[in-house]
């Protein structure tokens, strides 16, 4: 299976293809976490990507589809991108790279999500910066504020995490990734699942629209 998640930040695309993933043994590639840890590790492709992240800006196409390439081209069987494609010209770059490998999307899942669920569900989420454990301060609060509970690391709130940061990427989505939608649509491969919901319920809707 090979499928592309698709959905605003914070719709619970890294959330339900890890689920997904691990439950139909897929690999899951989140081009998210990819520069996150470049920027992290401070290479040159972070140092770069690093500024249109903080101000909630999309990474160039260029440079997030040399990433993605290089990782399908290791990946022998199903696959669930996250992140990727954004852009109407990463569609397309991803359209080649597939057809040069003789392979094919099986569908491209839509998690729609009404825009302050994506704000609330962002500007809450706290990081530690010791492991990289994920909390939120609503939905899964650490026992002690601030302090990790599994390496006593501190929490911290990512820069576009802000609520003002948020919804400059909320529009920059519509602005850019939502005609994704259509591309999609008109190919037939395009499934919608409304992720406002639990975690566990909106896996439960993926199920039945990918059975």
């Known amino acids: 299976m090979r499928l592309i998640f698709l959905g605003p930040p914070g719709a619970g695309k890294g959330t339900q293809a890890e689920l997904f993933t691990k439950e139909h043994r897929l690999a899951h590639i989140s081009t998210g976490d990819i520069l996150r840890d470049a920027v992290k590790r401070g290479t040159p492709l972070g140092l770069k990507a690093k500024q249109y992240m903080d101000s909630g800006a999309l990474v160039p196409d260029d440079v997030v589809v040399a990433i993605v390439a290089q990782k399908l081209a290791g990946i022998d069987g199903g696959f669930v991108l996250d ?26 899942v839509y998690l729609d999500v009404n825009e302050d669920t994506v704000v609330r569900r962002l500007s809450g989420r706290r990081i530690c910066r010791k492991c990289g454990a994920n909390y939120h301060v609503e939905n899964m609060p650490p026992h002690r504020e601030g302090v990790c509970d599994k390496c006593g690391g501190e929490l911290y709130q990512r820069e576009d995490d802000r609520p003002e940061v948020v919804r400059e990427r909320l529009e920059v989505y519509r602005r850019e990734t939502a005609p994704l939608i259509d591309y999609y649509r008109t190919r037939d491969l395009l499934r919608t699942v409304v992720a406002d919901p639990p975690p566990e319920e909106v896996m439960k809707e993926l199920g039945k629209v990918l059975a």
Do not use: C, M
């Open 83 to 108: 992140g990727f494609p954004r852009t109407l010209a990463q569609a397309e770059a991803l359209d080649k790279i597939l057809d040069e490998s003789n392979g094919n999307l099986d569908a491209a």
